[in-house]
């Protein structure tokens, strides 16, 4: 889609404080003389001039999309956005899709009953096609004189794809607590967009890329996340992990931002490792607690095991302070050695995700996983010795992986589990902006972004293929291997085999019919299904996370017969966009 496809109304000074217009259109509802509608053909264009009249409210609107499940975390992004807008003088709503599970149509109802100056949306890129692209146009057609934002890993290394396929009105890349700011202010005059570091926005019908901001590193002197926005009794309830009882609370936070890797499958919005000050994290959680009966804090950045000493650190303030939490955390193989273990478990820790990825040295120098096989291998026996909880995850895919490779990942899995998760094996996905991405558009794999998200369909099924095999031979593959790694799981954990065998019958749809609605057997434990469905009894069928099923309260008060039938209907309808695209 090109940025010349149709002509703008509206020509805009940069060099002056003015205005310049020779007929400025209004969208669909009539009344925006700024930014058109993705429906009438115009370009969307933002005034990067001083008004002086500002008829609308000084309001941001945050949309936390559906994910079509009811365990959600507390979407850390938005927190800290809201806090950085309030303290900036501004006043913040969320609506959150995920949670109560909003209907693009009732996103439309609220939009045309209400008034804001900013809305926006953040998404990774697997979310793209099957999510964003309706809200957007649903945005559209009635954001009236507001503006429209997209940020996140699936819009910052596109910016300019984003823009053109989406016509949002801006695009925010990287950490955008400053630059959500800064384009607040110009909305209302303040400022201009050329001059904000970190965005992409329309310039009549260009599309204008401005610089990077550097990376932010002083964490500390960012406002902690406006909790109290939030629907926190549904964040803090629904997530289950590793070791939590029924009645715990649990919580997203993090310590550091970053990581010091780059695996070639990853993309991440920032370079380097920056991190927070333990005793603000302290207060932090001490506060959580307080307020909100926190009792399992889910330490979501990817590395929470650099520097060494800083575990040990870790660990003595949670005792200097009596706080006697569970939590779960992130780190890297070579980095998880006996003596981190045991301070990690001492500290409250039960649960530790790795990303092993694979047990053969070829395949993980060939994705720069920097770590050895052994690596990999030792940090699982430590485990183990120590009786911590460990997510296994592997991936297999790679232009040197073999049969032989896929089945020592299975074996490695097998003897290595502790059952806290049902643990299976997927192929990597070249997400725009990760050096594989660049790599599969070397290979002629993929075109580019446009090609990715026609293409991309489900994060477990082999969709670009950098393998010596054939499509239907991969996924006959990890189909064999996946169905091995589910009955070990649940012959040994003492699990419902009926359950096991639905499982097993998603990933042969999935695998071998292409019905890429099923999303995965990770999260697909009787327990989480059994919360998210507390006072209920109907399930909605459809694209789920992980899962494979969308997740309906009709009983429990979350919402009505008639609006899970409208989920139904917009989820058939995104299914047939998608098949058809």
């Not at 955008?176 to 050329?194: N, W």
């Not at 992990?241 to 993090?254: H, L, N, R, V």
């Not at 096989?373 to 430590?382: C, F, G, P, R, S």
């Not at 183990?384 to 995850?393: D, H, S, T, Y």
């Amino acid at each position: 889609m090109n940025g010349n496809s149709a002509q703008s109304s509206a020509r805009i000074s940069l060099a002056g404080n003015s205005l310049e217009s020779d007929s400025l259109t209004g969208n669909s509802l009539g009344g925006d003389s700024l930014a058109g509608s993705s429906s009438t053909g115009i370009i969307p264009s933002i005034s990067t001039g001083i008004e002086i009249n500002h008829p609308w409210k000084k309001n941001v609107l945050l949309i936390i999309h559906d994910v079509y499940q009811d365990f959600n975390v507390f979407p850390l992004a938005y927190g800290y956005l809201a806090a950085m807008l309030q303290t900036a003088g501004y006043s913040v709503e969320v609506y959150c899709m995920d949670v109560f599970h909003y209907t693009n149509a009732q996103l439309e109802k609220k939009l045309l009953n209400s008034e804001y100056d900013l809305i926006g949306a953040g998404f990774m890129p697997a979310r793209f096609e099957e999510t964003i692209v309706g809200l957007c146009e649903s945005v559209n057609k009635y954001k009236k004189n507001a503006w429209f934002f997209l940020g996140g890993p699936g819009p910052t290394p596109i910016p300019e794809y984003m823009l053109q396929r989406t016509r949002a009105d801006l695009v925010l890349m990287g950490e955008a607590e400053h630059s959500i700011v800064e384009v607040m202010d110009a909305k209302l005059g303040k400022r201009r967009l050329s001059e904000i570091k970190g965005i992409t926005y329309w310039e009549s019908d260009q599309v204008k890329v401005n610089p990077r901001r550097p990376v932010f590193r002083d964490l500390d002197s960012l406002p902690w996340p406006a909790w109290d926005l939030f629907p926190m009794e549904s964040y803090t309830q629904s997530w289950r992990m590793a070791g939590m009882d029924s009645d715990e609370k649990t919580c997203a936070i993090i310590a550091n931002r970053g990581c010091t890797d780059t695996c070639s499958f990853c993309y991440r919005i920032e370079k380097g490792l920056r991190l927070r000050n333990l005793n603000e994290i302290i207060k932090e959680m001490k506060y959580l607690t307080a307020k909100y009966g926190i009792t399992y804090f889910h330490f979501l950045e990817e590395l929470s095991t650099f520097p060494r000493n800083r575990v040990f650190e870790f660990e003595r303030l949670l005792k200097e302070n009596n706080l006697n939490v569970k939590w779960c955390c992130n780190s890297r193989a070579p980095l998880f050695d006996e003596e981190v273990a045991l301070s990690l478990k001492k500290a409250g820790c039960l649960f530790v995700n790795i990303g092993f990825e694979s047990v053969d040295q070829t395949v993980l120098d060939e994705m720069n996983k920097r770590v050895t096989a052994e690596d990999n291998l030792k940090a699982l026996q430590v485990a183990n010795k120590v009786e911590i909880g460990m997510g296994l995850n592997f991936i297999w895919g790679f232009e040197k992986d073999t049969k032989e490779t896929l089945w020592k990942n299975v074996k490695a899995i097998k003897t290595y589990t502790r059952f806290d998760q049902v643990r299976t094996i997927r192929p990597p996905t070249p997400y725009p902006g990760s050096p594989l991405y660049y790599q599969a558009i070397e290979k002629g794999i993929i075109s580019g972004p446009d090609d990715f998200f026609k293409k991309f369909r489900n994060s477990d099924l082999i969709t670009f293929n950098f393998t010596r095999f054939s499509d239907q031979e991969c996924n006959e593959m990890l189909f064999e291997a996946n169905k091995e790694l589910v009955f070990h799981h649940f012959r040994n954990a003492g699990g419902d085999l009926e359950e096991a065998n639905q499982i097993i019958e998603g990933y042969r749809r999935l695998y071998l019919e292409g019905d890429y609605k099923f999303r995965g057997a990770r999260r697909y434990d009787k327990e989480s299904r059994q919360k998210s469905n507390l006072g209920g009894k109907k399930e909605v069928s459809g694209n789920g996370q992980d899962n494979g099923a969308v997740q309906v309260i009709v009983q429990g008060g979350k919402i009505s017969v008639d609006q899970a039938i409208q989920v139904e209907k917009a989820i058939v309808d995104q299914t047939a966009q998608m098949i058809t695209a």
